[in-house]
T-cell receptor, first 113, second 113 residues
Framework: GESVGLHLPTLSVQEGDNSIINCAYSNSASDYFIWYKQESGKGPQFIIDIRSNMDKRQGQRVTVLLNKTVKHLSLQIAATQPGDSAVYFC????????????FGKGTLLTVNP | DVKVTQSSRYLVKRTGEKVFLECVQDMDHENMFWYRQDPGLGLRLIYFSYDVKMKEKGDIPEGYSVSREKKERFSLILESASTNQTSMYLCASLKGLNTGELFFGEGSRLTVL
């Protein structure tokens, strides 16, 4: 899993499997969370966001789960594809505004064919 | 296709040189950001601008300045480059301040010798 303050963790999965990327956030006052994907040589790309009044939010092949009790966020990717190989970052609005984000250090997801 | 364009993908400069990093967005967004990305440290906010000629310091503004003369263009300036400013610099734009959906450029990798 991922947490602010740790070196980049890695996750390796087989194509077609489901992936779960974890993130422990630090600020109990944070009420908005985002996942970004960064492919090699590119800038981060928004995947999905969730506000603290929700526990779960679904997108296309992705689901974000929020557990405020333990300050934990996860990104689930269904039927992982080679194109999903990237670094995934979680971010929280620990600065109090939705646009002042604190980013985690990322998790490297590798999808094996 | 919406776009944030960073004019230089790779730059090599010498210590003490003045460096300009340029960023242009075509989405008519009011808000623009400069981040630096370093291994083990994630993305850190240098400066952001919420309107033409308006700016606000981020978490690590020391050694940097910015310029926003036109809505679509946000420049990052290193007045006197130092080796510890060797990094990947990412520009981003944001439509409104009630969201964290940043649109990133592909990055400018700066090496200061």
């Amino acid at each position: 899993g991922e947490s602010v303050g740790l070196h980049l963790p890695t996750l390796s999965v087989q194509e077609g499997d489901n992936s779960i990327i974890n993130c422990a956030y630090s600020n109990s006052a944070s009420d908005y969370f985002i996942w970004y994907k960064q492919e090699s040589g590119k800038g981060p790309q928004f995947i999905i966001d969730i506000r603290s009044n929700m526990d779960k939010r679904q997108g296309q092949r992705v689901t974000v789960l929020l557990n405020k009790t333990v300050k934990h966020l996860s990104l689930q990717i269904a039927a992982t594809q080679p194109g999903d190989s990237a670094v995934y970052f979680c971010a929280e609005n620990s600065g109090g505004s939705n646009y002042k984000l604190t980013f985690g250090k990322g998790t490297l997801l590798t999808v094996n064919p | 296709d919406v776009k944030v364009t960073q004019s230089s993908r790779y730059l090599v400069k010498r210590t003490g040189e003045k460096v300009f990093l340029e960023c242009v967005q075509d989405m008519d967004h009011e808000n623009m950001f400069w981040y630096r990305q370093d291994p083990g440290l994630g993305l850190r906010l240098i400066y952001f601008s919420y309107d033409v000629k308006m700016k606000e310091k981020g978490d690590i503004p020391e050694g940097y300045s910015v310029s926003r003369e036109k809505k679509e263009r946000f420049s990052l300036i290193l007045e006197s480059a130092s080796t510890n400013q060797t990094s990947m610099y990412l520009c981003a734009s944001l439509k409104g301040l009630n969201t964290g959906e940043l649109f990133f450029g592909e990055g400018s990798r700066l090496t200061v010798l």
